[in-house]
C-alpha cells in the first residue's frame, strides 16, 4: 500500500535550537495526519495532529504544517530541549472510520547540551 | 487516563512455539490495532479489529492471527513462531468520534524468537 516516509532518518541540534522534522505523504486520499512522539521502552505518544482542511496548527512549542499541494508535512519544535530527544513518527489516515494509520519510518532527533 | 496495557515486556520464545500476546484497554473503544515495530521499517500494521469478533488484516499479517472475544481484549497470535518475528509489538486502541481520533497506544512488548 502506500505509505508515509520521512526525509532523514536522523537529527542532531543543540539545545535551544528550533528543529525541524519533516514528513512526505503519498496517498492524496490521506486527511487526517498525526505526529508521535517515541521514547526508548515506551509506545508512540501523541504530540499533534492536522486535518487536511487546515495548513498550520500549533501546541505548545510544536507546530504542525501541512503543504498537500507538494504532500509535504513538518514538525516544528521550538526551543528544543533534551528531553526531546526519541523518535518521531508522523502518520497518516482517510478520515471515514474504518480505516488504520499508516505510518512513516521515523526520525530519531539527539538534542545535544 | 486512557490506558493501554500489554501483558509482557519481555518475551523469549522458541522457533516452532506458539506465542499469545495480550493487550487490554480499559476505554470501552470499539476499534484496536497491533503493530510491529522494526529498525527502519517504522511501525507495520498487522491486524486491527473494529468490534467484537471482528478482524481485519493490514499489511503484513501472514504468520499472525487475532482474536477479540471481548471488547477490551485484542490478542495477537504467533501460530508457529520464526526468528523473523522477532520484533517490538505494539497494541494501540482508537477512539473515534467525527473529527476527533484518541490513538493510545501500549509500552509494546519486545519478543525475541531464538
Known amino acids: 500500500g502506500e505509505s508515509v516516509g520521512l526525509h532523514l532518518p536522523t537529527l542532531s541540534v543543540q539545545e535551544g535550537d528550533n528543529s525541524i522534522i519533516n514528513c512526505a505523504y503519498s496517498?492524496?486520499?490521506?486527511?487526517?495526519f498525526i505526529w508521535y512522539k517515541q521514547e526508548s521502552g515506551k509506545g508512540p505518544q501523541f504530540i499533534i495532529d492536522?486535518?487536511?482542511?487546515?495548513d498550520k496548527r500549533q501546541g505548545q512549542r510544536v507546530t504542525v504544517l501541512l503543504n498537500k499541494t507538494v504532500k509535504h508535512l513538518s514538525l516544528q519544535i521550538a526551543a528544543t530541549q533534551p528531553g526531546d530527544s526519541a523518535v518521531y513518527f508522523c502518520?497518516?489516515?482517510?478520515?471515514?472510520?474504518?480505516?488504520?494509520?499508516?505510518f512513516g519510518k521515523g526520525t530519531t532527533l539527539s538534542v545535544s547540551s | 487516563d486512557v490506558k493501554v496495557t500489554q501483558s509482557s515486556r519481555y518475551l523469549v520464545k522458541r522457533t516452532g512455539e506458539k506465542v499469545f500476546l495480550e493487550c487490554v484497554q480499559d476505554?470501552?473503544?470499539?476499534?484496536m490495532f497491533w503493530y510491529r515495530q522494526d529498525p527502519g521499517l517504522g511501525l507495520r500494521l498487522i491486524y486491527f479489529?473494529?468490534?467484537?469478533?471482528?478482524?481485519e488484516k493490514g499489511d503484513i499479517p501472514e504468520g499472525y492471527s487475532v482474536s477479540r472475544e471481548k471488547k477490551e481484549r485484542f490478542s495477537l497470535i504467533l501460530e508457529s513462531a520464526s526468528t523473523n518475528q522477532t520484533s517490538m509489538y505494539l497494541c494501540?486502541?482508537?477512539?473515534?468520534?467525527?473529527?476527533?481520533?484518541?490513538?493510545?497506544f501500549g509500552s509494546g512488548t519486545r519478543l525475541t524468537v531464538v
Open positions: 502518520a497518516e489516515k482517510e478520515v471515514p472510520q474504518g480505516t488504520a494509520l499508516i
Open positions: 496517498n492524496s486520499a490521506s486527511d487526517y
Open positions: 492536522i486535518r487536511s482542511n487546515m
Open positions: 476505554m470501552d473503544h470499539e476499534n
Open positions: 479489529s473494529y468490534d467484537v469478533k471482528m478482524k
Open positions: 494501540a486502541s482508537v477512539h473515534e468520534e467525527g473529527a476527533f481520533y484518541g490513538y493510545t
